[in-house]
């Protein structure tokens, strides 16, 4: 999944900015985005008179058609002004333009790093922003602080007609998607994948190739999407998985939505194999 042609990422940290020529997103820890109360698209404020905490931060994060992209990052705790209330930027990541996903994709990774890297995590004196790169800077010791992301894997396991779709303990209703899980320290992304089916759905996968990646931001995860194949029973490992199963691509349970890299790799396989799309309410 490519990044969209018109967010191009910049880096300034900001003291004062102006309304009249930027946008600017107000983001608080938990990828959560500032929106008008009611509305249903993340909203900038250079429309609206308010004025941002002087303790909130504000970084210029690229431009978005041009115009420059300001970043606010309000603190965990933050209230939301009157007439604006504090949600999940999960939905409007999902139904995004392309440009939009890029912007909030960076704005939430960035807001994480503002919130959790105040701090030097080896000698605990307060870090100062680098002025040419989003980083901090120890001024005591020099530890350098970029910010976090968590590469993760997710996995479209087929055996010929069939696909492998599994419940997660956390899924609501009836949602079956692909198996993933985080990378380990030291291993490569094709061994994380032997090994997250191993471990979740107890199968031997091969032919693992790398199919896309997308940035997901909740908070700092990078997901690498593979395909492999598998035979066999699956055996569901009871703790994160409750089920797995084979499905036919004629006969699917309820998919992730679509925008998300599980949902693409399922539909591009579908359409490979000649299957009918299935419909999608969102
Ligand atoms: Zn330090």
């Known amino acids: 999944m490519q990044n969209g042609k018109d967010f ?18 107000v983001m608080r820890p938990g990828s959560e985005v500032l929106i008008p109360q009611g509305s249903t698209t993340p909203s900038f404020w250079w429309t609206q008179e308010m004025t941002p905490e002087t303790s909130w ?10 115009k420059k992209v300001v ?14 209330e504090w949600v999940s930027m ?12 890029h912007l909030l994709g960076r704005a939430a990774v960035l807001t994480a790093w503002n919130d959790e890297g105040q701090f030097c995590g080896r000698c605990g004196a307060k870090m100062q922003v ?3 790169e989003p980083a901090r800077v120890c001024p005591q010791c020099s530890l350098r602080q970029y910010p976090r992301l968590s590469p993760a894997v997710i996995m479209r396991i087929t055996d010929g007609k069939k696909i492998l ?17 985080f990378v380990d320290a030291g291993e490569c992304a094709e061994d994380a994948v032997v090994r997250e089916a191993m471990e979740e759905v107890g199968l031997e996968v091969g032919q693992v190739r790398y199919l896309g ?5 909740f908070p700092h995860s990078l997901m690498l999407a593979f395909s492999a194949e598998a035979q066999g029973l699956p055996e569901p490992d009871g703790v994160e998985i409750v089920d797995a199963q084979w ?36």
Not at 57 to 66: A, H, P
Not at 71 to 84: C, D, E, I, Y
Not at 213 to 217: A, E, G, V
Not at 261 to 270: E, N, V
């Open 8 to 25: 191009v990422e910049g880096w300034e940290p900001v003291s004062d900015f102006s309304r009249e020529s930027s946008h600017c997103l």
């Open 57 to 66: 931060s504000s970084y210029k994060i690229g431009t978005l058609g041009g």
């Open 71 to 84: 970043l606010v990052t309000a603190p965990n705790n933050a209230a939301a002004p009157q007439g604006w």
């Open 90 to 101: 999960r939905v409007f990541f999902l139904q995004g333009e392309e440009a939009l996903v």
């Open 130 to 132: 680098d002025e040419s």
């Open 165 to 181: 779709l599994a419940r997660n303990r956390r899924f609501p209703g009836g949602l079956y998607s692909s198996i993933a899980g």
């Open 213 to 217: 990646s997308q940035c997901w931001p």
């Open 247 to 282: 499905f036919d691509g004629a006969q699917l349970p309820e998919l992730p939505k679509k925008g998300s890299i599980s949902r693409w790799m399922i539909d591009s396989w579908l359409e490979e194999q000649g299957f009918p799309l299935p419909h999608d309410s969102l």
